[in-house]
């Protein structure tokens, strides 16, 4: 569902509490632009988790692939030059 900025000065936060009743998240425009988006907090913690779930799988393949560095000063070096 996208709302703009005015609807809510002119609603409140309570419209997000009907909204969220009946979608996901709740897209907030500003000067026509999507800017953000409001969710249930169960909702985001469910998307942070598979995030984390996602990050942790992605540095257990790279440590299983010897994918890693062990030395400080060369990694420094590498991520300077990105």
């Known amino acids: ?12 936060v309570s419209i997000f509490e009907e909204l969220l009743k009946k979608f996901d998240e709740v897209i907030i425009t500003f000067r026509g632009k999507k800017k953000y ?3 249930d907090i169960n909702r ?7 995030e ?3 990050a942790y799988k992605e540095v257990m393949e790279d440590y299983e692939n010897r994918k890693f ?4 000063e060369k990694h420094l070096k ?4 990105v």
């Open 37 to 39: 988006v409001v969710m």
């Open 69 to 72: 560095h062990n030395n400080l």
């Open 44 to 50: 985001y913690n469910e998307l942070r988790e598979k």
């Open 1 to 12: 569902m996208i709302i703009s900025a005015n609807e809510v000065k002119k609603r409140g």
């Open 52 to 54: 984390l779930e996602l």
């Open 78 to 81: 590498e991520i300077e030059n």
